[in-house]
């Protein structure tokens, strides 16, 4: 029967997969020289330290690794078998493989080829093969996907007398996989500067949604690629902690 007093020392704001400590007792540290929380707080100088059970930690990491299975993306074929061949695998079939070293916990990197085609994410090693299957068929339907651009009815909006009419927003959408329209944006009509630079911000977002198989539109700071964007973003949110931790210091 397992430990019901255990306890997992984490930091409230953040979760990273990993804890800091345990509490087998459910107050005293294992490490840390046998320090309750509040004495852990102290020696850490992080009032934001928090002690949770075995249910919710599980729970946290179970979050945390379902945050890191990104769609997939495509590589070489030269970068797959390089992928191969840097470990034994841990799993693996004719057209497909896990690596054999976690990223976290049960997740690890998984490569594997269709139609002559090479691509890897991360993925539980406890995926079912008939769910993996699904994913991959679900992802090649996907990058394959060519939905058909529509122009709409533009609308008109007249001077108050009535008496002209100005083209102002022609709506562009394109068919979904439901067929459903789903808009992308409206060309301002107007000066030949504004028309010009709506275009171009269509372009971009048009050669976004296609990137991304017309699932997601990411272009923020030139970051077309949203595994890159919260790559960026959780850098950016250790660099902000370190930051924090070293102003609480000198305060």
């Known amino acids: 029967m397992g430990n019901k007093k255990i306890k997992f020392v984490v930091d409230s704001r953040y979760f990273d ?4 400590t345990f509490m087998s007792d459910g107050i005293h540290c294992d490490y840390e020289n ?5 004495e852990l707080k102290t020696e850490m100088d992080n009032p934001h330290l928090i002690a949770v059970t ?4 599980r729970k946290m990491v179970r979050i945390h690794n379902q945050g890191l299975c990104h769609p997939f993306t495509e590589i070489t074929k030269e970068q797959y078998y390089d992928k191969l061949n840097v470990l034994p695998p841990i799993r ?11 990223r976290s916990g049960d997740v690890y990197p998984f490569c594997f080829n269709r139609n002559g085609r090479y691509f890897t994410g991360l993925r539980s090693v406890r995926t079912p093969a008939k769910e993996l299957e699904r994913q991959i068929d679900a992802h090649y339907c996907n990058i394959n996907f060519q939905p058909a651009i529509q122009k709409e009815k533009p609308l008109i909006v007249r001077s108050k ?14 068919i979904n ?7 992308i944006c409206n060309i301002v009509s107007g000066k030949e500067n504004s028309i010009k630079r709506s ?20 272009v923020y700071d030139g970051h077309d690629d949203m595994g890159s964007f919260l790559d960026l973003f959780r850098h950016l949110m250790c660099r902000l902690r370190s930051v924090k931790k070293e102003t609480e210091k000198t305060r």
């Open 17 to 20: 997969g990993c804890c800091i």
């Open 34 to 38: 046998r320090k309750t929380l509040e």
């Open 54 to 57: 075995a249910n919710t930690i």
């Open 92 to 102: 693996h079939t004719k057209h497909s493989f896990f690596i054999g070293e976690p």
């Open 161 to 174: 007398d009535g008496t002209a009419g100005v083209l102002v927003t022609p709506p562009y959408l394109f």
């Open 177 to 183: 996989r439901k067929g459903e329209k789903r808009f």
């Open 199 to 218: 275009r171009k911000d269509m372009a971009k977002i048009l050669l976004s949604l296609r990137r991304h198989h017309f699932l997601y539109y990411s």
